[in-house]
């Protein structure tokens, strides 16, 4: 069985950086066709699309954030990581990670001084 | 990066009756190996999102058959054939064709 479980601080303070760890079980990392993306919302608003990791290690990410996003991932520990430099407040919202056939819970991040 | 624009952003409906989304995208979601990676999403009140069709008309297993996807190109719709209680929420349209993906603004179903 699939399952992904987001960790992660809940509070965060303005211009930190946030770490969020992504733990994936029942499927390995290497395996092909099995990338994690990441996906923010804002309190009742839009799902944003933030970064994805390929089973090849290859990775994108979203236009407007992509200068303050770093997505990577250990294999042998079945976790893709997830940082954010310089938060900002607007940056609060509940952070998932996801295969789009799983989602995990989400964690919501609060970024306020 | 490619817009994607639903609409209704509000939906109200009766129990029973049909439901309809509309996706566009502001450009073809066309992919080289000719498949359209275009994927509709539903999020409950108080839940991760869910996905529902794959690949424009595919349906995720469990998902019931009422849900259809339908469309090409750069237009796409989502119907549910007769609105059950149970799908209230908010649904999005997604396109993973072209890096970044991007989600439409949503639509809210919710019962009349």
């Known amino acids: 069985q699939v399952t992904l479980k987001e960790s992660g601080p809940v509070l965060v303070k303005p211009t930190e950086t946030l770490t969020l760890t992504c733990t994936v079980s029942?499927?390995?990392?290497?395996?092909?066709?099995?990338?994690v993306s990441w996906i923010r919302q804002p309190p009742g608003k839009a799902l944003e699309w933030l970064a994805h990791i390929s089973s090849n290690d290859e990775k994108s990410y979203s236009t407007s954030l992509k200068s303050r996003l770093t997505i990577s991932k250990d294999t042998s520990k079945s976790q893709v990581v997830l940082t954010m430099t310089n938060l900002d407040p607007v940056d609060t919202a509940t952070y998932y990670c996801s295969t789009w056939t799983k989602w995990g819970q989400g964690t919501l991040v609060t970024v306020s001084s | 990066d490619i817009v994607m624009t639903q609409s209704p952003l509000s939906l109200p409906v009766t129990l029973g009756q049909p439901a309809s989304i509309s996706c566009r995208s502001s450009?073809?979601?066309?992919?080289?190996?000719?498949?359209?990676?275009l994927n509709w999403f539903q999020q409950r009140p108080g839940q991760s999102p869910r996905r529902l069709i794959y690949?424009?008309?595919n349906r995720d297993s469990e998902v019931p058959d009422r849900f259809s996807g339908s469309g090409s190109g750069t237009d796409f719709t989502l119907k549910i054939s007769r609105v059950e209680a149970e799908d209230v929420g908010v649904y999005y349209c997604?396109?993973?064709?072209?890096?970044?993906?991007?989600f439409g603004q949503g639509t809210k179903l919710e019962i009349k």
């Open positions: 029942g499927f390995s990392l290497s395996n092909a066709r099995m990338g």
């Open positions: 450009q073809s979601l066309v992919y080289s190996d000719g498949n359209t990676y």
């Open positions: 997604m396109q993973g064709t072209y890096r970044p993906y991007t």
């Open positions: 690949k424009v008309s």
